[in-house]
């Protein structure tokens, strides 16, 4: 083959391997379309939301500003909360409080109104207004806006009772727990009581480290140990590594028949709830066990088991709940509001 046509082969090859190259670059959402080169405002979204999910926030964010520009008041309000989401992401590499805080403010404003029976939307005006009271309580210094806690507390109040969301739940009580008073105490360890009951991981955990540590409620080991075990359980895996934490610290510091004991509280809890532990959670939380070590040497068990039955006779009485409001009848297998208003 002469030296000219071996040149026009090669040409084509590398021009062949730049296309293919480039197109997998597009599919993989490498390369970010610059504004006004989506096909739709639609197309712009799904391409942003994409490259969120994935972490690529290089690409997610001039697709969801083109989406939130030229798309639908729907499109509009979902790109706006996208982006607010990546520029709060204090590991992102787009970190913008002042960003962040404008679009949560924006979202919360304009939907103030919104249906709480929208499925649709709700949920995410709840993450909304439950976000914009972060921002609240800390101020934003870069805007010029001072904490103010009586408006992060109403825009959790709007979350947590208008939207049912747990995580504003959960952020109230634990709000109303800093304030100190004897009504908001009450408060605060109801919200963490009832959502406990709900299988909230958070909220079992934060009961458990509060009913080990004494705080707010009477000092209680084998409650706050059956709370930590069941919150391992439920825990989602970015929830994981401090649950876990805190059940190392309390298993640490129990004894082998604290251990039993608790774990039967645990298992009529299960029952009652009519939340069972499955195989495979058990499996689960025993591997991630093993690097949660105690500082004697002994592993800490997650889902341990007692191996002889542990008499409970005096110690349990539950009964089924009849409703929504109604905690768990019993000296021990009510989650927390045993001793509300007793100690603080």
Same mark, same amino acid.
């Given at each position: 083959m002469r030296v000219e046509e071996?040149? +026009?082969?090669?040409?084509?090859?590398?021009?062949a391997l730049i296309a293919a190259t480039c197109l997998a670059w597009l599919s993989t959402g490498a390369v970010a379309a610059g504004p006004g080169k989506f096909d739709s405002a639609q197309a712009a979204f799904e391409q942003g939301l994409n490259a969120y999910k994935a972490g690529q926030y290089e690409i997610a964010v001039p697709a969801l500003e083109?989406?939130?520009?030229?798309?639908?008041e729907s499109n509009q309000f979902f790109a706006d909360f996208y982006l607010a989401r990546i520029y709060s992401d204090a590991?992102?590499?787009k970190a913008d409080r002042a960003k962040a805080y404008e679009l949560f403010r924006k979202l919360a404003d304009e939907n103030a109104d919104a249906d709480p029976d929208d499925g649709h939307r709700a949920p995410f005006v709840a993450k909304a207004l439950t976000a914009l009271a972060g921002y609240l309580r800390t101020g934003v210094p870069e805007l010029g806006v001072k904490p103010d806690i009586d408006r992060? +507390?109403?825009?959790?109040q709007n979350a947590a009772t208008s939207f049912g969301d747990q995580e504003a739940q959960f952020e109230l009580a634990?709000?109303?727990l800093a304030r100190g008073g004897d009504d908001d105490v009450k408060l605060g360890k109801h919200f963490l009581s009832v959502l406990a009951r709900d299988g909230f991981a958070n909220a079992q955990a934060f009961l458990a480290d509060m009913y080990w540590r004494g705080r707010y409620v009477k000092k209680d080991d084998q409650r706050a140990l059956a709370l930590i075990t069941m919150a391992s359980e439920n825990a989602p895996v970015h929830d994981r590594a401090g649950i876990e934490a805190v059940h190392q610290n309390i298993y640490c510091g129990t004894s082998p028949t604290l251990r039993a004991q608790a774990d039967s509280l645990a298992q009529i809890w299960r029952q009652v709830l009519?939340?069972?532990t499955t195989t495979r959670a058990a499996a689960d939380a025993k591997q991630r066990a093993q690097s949660l070590i105690c500082s004697n040497g002994e592993v800490v068990d997650l889902n341990q088991r007692p191996r002889t039955p542990v008499d409970t006779t005096g110690t349990v009485a539950a009964r089924p709940m009849s409703g929504r409001g109604e905690m768990l009848q019993g000296s021990a297998a009510n989650f927390g509001m045993r001793d509300v208003g007793t100690t603080k």
């Open positions: 071996l040149k +026009v082969l090669a040409t084509r090859i590398s021009r083109e989406a939130a520009r030229i798309g639908s590991s992102g590499g992060a +507390v109403e825009c959790l634990k709000t109303y009519g939340r069972p």
